[in-house]
Nanobody, 120 residues
């Protein structure tokens, strides 16, 4: 069974840094694009960043220059390095991936979410 497990959330002061990690576990035929969404209270879920299997990256305008996404294909892991955090970055961050479980077609999988809180 394919699972995405996030770690690294927490409470940080404005201007601080956090690194989120997401590991893909389970038997897979392929792991394609991996990325992060976030959802703040009362707001819609929004795309933060994603990275393709060949390491092409895309970022939301709101976090460009502050966040960096990376991946390790050998470890089926992605990281989101978040610097210069702002109170408006407070949200639950969800890892996602376009993954083909062994013997099945590609579909989107989601992690359980990790809370990031930035205090002013």
């Amino acid at each position: 069974q394919v699972q995405l497990v996030e770690s690294g959330g927490g409470l940080v002061q404005a201007g601080g840094s956090l690194t989120l990690s997401c590991v893909v576990s389970g038997s897979t035929d392929s792991i394609g694009t991996l990325g992060w969404y976030r959802q703040a209270p009362g707001k819609q879920r929004e795309l933060v960043a994603f990275i393709t299997r060949i390491y092409t990256t895309t970022y939301a305008d709101s976090i460009k220059g502050r966040f960096t996404i990376s991946r390790d294909n050998a470890k089926s892991t992605i990281n989101l390095q978040m610097n210069s955090l702002k109170p408006e970055d407070t949200a639950v961050y969800y890892c996602y991936g376009d993954i083909a479980p062994a013997g099945f077609l590609v579909r989107k999988f989601w992690g359980q979410g990790t809370q990031v809180t930035v205090s002013s």
